[in-house]
């Protein structure tokens, strides 16, 4: 499975501080290894968007089968997510 930031998301990332930018590498990089043990969780009302909680920080995640990779969307603090 591929990981890819899309252009908001490489945004989103580049605005928070190197310590909350380790913290989601680190989770993102769990989430390709063991996807089972991840908080992530599928979103009701948008259809085949998931997302990963990060401590305060949601990582919005959408997986292409065919390609077999999964974009990266957004990542926003909790409070502004939703």
Do not use: H
Request: glycine content about 4%; hydrophobic content about 30%.
């Amino acid at each position: 499975m591929n990981l890819q930031l899309t252009k908001r998301a490489e945004k989103n990332f580049a605005s928070l501080s190197r310590e909350e930018q380790g913290r989601i590498v680190a989770a993102l990089d769990k989430f390709q290894t063991d996807q089972r043990n991840c908080d992530l969780k599928k979103l009701k009302e948008q259809t085949d968007t998931w997302r990963l909680r990060v401590g305060d920080f949601r990582v919005f995640l959408k997986p292409d089968k065919p390609t077999q990779t999964v974009y990266v969307t957004g990542i926003k603090p909790r409070k502004d997510a939703y």
